[in-house]
């Protein structure tokens, strides 16, 4: 048994292939090599193996920078995507190739790790909503310092846990990469965004978060300011999408109050998800709008932003790298009943 759908906020088809999700251990849970480590860069007491610090929080006051005492870091990545200034030779512009046939972009911009525990087994649903609001807070507030480079026109704040999900180191933490071109994806949504607001005269995320509540059949977690769902076309099995109430184009526009909120849901909804799958790897992703030239959010008008788990309980084969297309073997209401704690 098998449905297309459609997701609206990318035009993505999902074949949802329900033939044996009607069980929540369809997956087998995933575990990780516990074994205590010495030679973690970002363990306490290693601290002089990253870059300068930028941030910390928790040591005590007279405590030198750059040593133990802190209980969540940010520095510059000891091995970035894109830096801050003159991009390194020898990847110089090639000035001897035609742009229409290969475009090209100098690699500057910002990339940064916030290391947000000191235990080195440590997962994102480990953290307790104190705790990871103040890690959305320290994420919202270097987006916001990232929106000041002239050459940041987009930023991105997201989690790799775990080698299926991309994490070279298993120490936890996040990352945030500012680029100076609007990726694929961002172009996408935005054109989407304004063109539903053509069409409806409405936000397409305002509508859909509404439409969630109304329908209650994928609600995962809900309060005053945040809606937690398993979206309608997830492309990865135990999708959730949580979804600010107060329309806003940004992470780096959001308020102290929203993030505590959104802590309050997304903390308890990690814990039920890692219940189900041991360890799991996951991305966590936050979506925001484009920075325009001046170092600003693009006009608020349309785009909405939001934060994505993904986990990566299955590869994309074939024919999803080939066409796009997505097979989700698991139903997104089956989820949401089950992260919600109904069995059955
Ligand atoms: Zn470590
Ligand atoms: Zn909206």
Redesign the pocket.
């Known amino acids: 048994m098998s449905m297309l759908r459609q997701d609206p906020l990318t035009g993505r088809w999902v074949i949802i292939a329900a033939g044996r999700s009607a069980r929540p251990n369809e997956f087998p849970a995933q575990t990780r090599d516990k074994t205590p480590?010495t030679d973690?860069?970002?363990?306490p007491g290693?601290e002089n193996e990253t870059t300068d610090e930028v941030w910390a929080l928790g040591r005590p006051i007279g405590q030198p920078a750059n040593g133990p005492g802190w209980r969540m870091r940010a520095f510059p990545n000891m091995y970035p995507a894109l830096v801050p200034t003159d991009p390194v030779a020898p990847f110089g512009r090639d000035e001897g190739s035609p742009d229409h046939l290969f475009p090209q972009a100098a690699g500057l911009g910002r990339h940064e790790v916030v290391v947000y525990s000191t235990d080195?087994q440590a997962s994102p649903a480990a953290l307790e909503p104190e705790q990871l609001a103040e890690l959305l807070t320290v994420l919202r507030d270097r987006a916001r310092d990232f929106s000041q480079h002239p050459d940041v026109r987009y930023v991105s704040a997201f989690c790799n846990h775990g080698p299926e999900a991309g994490a070279t180191?298993?120490?936890p933490h996040m990352q945030i990469i500012g680029a100076p071109e609007v990726p694929l994806l961002a172009v996408t949504k935005t054109e989407r965004f304004a063109k539903y607001k053509e069409d409806h005269s409405q936000c397409l995320m305002c509508d859909m978060e509404a439409a969630e509540r109304e329908a209650g059949t994928r609600l995962i977690a809900t309060n005053e300011h945040w809606t937690g769902y398993a979206p309608w076309a997830s492309r990865f099995p135990w999708e959730m999408l949580f979804v600010p109430r107060r329309h806003g184009a940004s992470l780096a526009r959001a308020t102290g109050e929203e993030l505590n909120a959104l802590a309050e849901v997304l903390a308890p909804a990690l814990k039920s998800l890692f219940a189900f799958h041991g360890d799991p790897s996951l991305n966590i992703v936050i979506h925001s709008a484009t920075i325009d030239s001046a170092g600003q959010d693009e006009d608020s008008s349309s785009y909405h932003w939001h934060l994505e788990v993904l986990p990566r309980l299955s590869r994309p084969a074939g024919f999803e790298v080939g066409t796009g297309y997505t097979i989700n073997s698991a139903v997104p209401e089956d989820v949401a009943r089950w992260l919600r704690g109904e069995r059955g």
């Open positions: 480590r973690c860069p970002f363990c290693n080195h180191l298993g120490h």
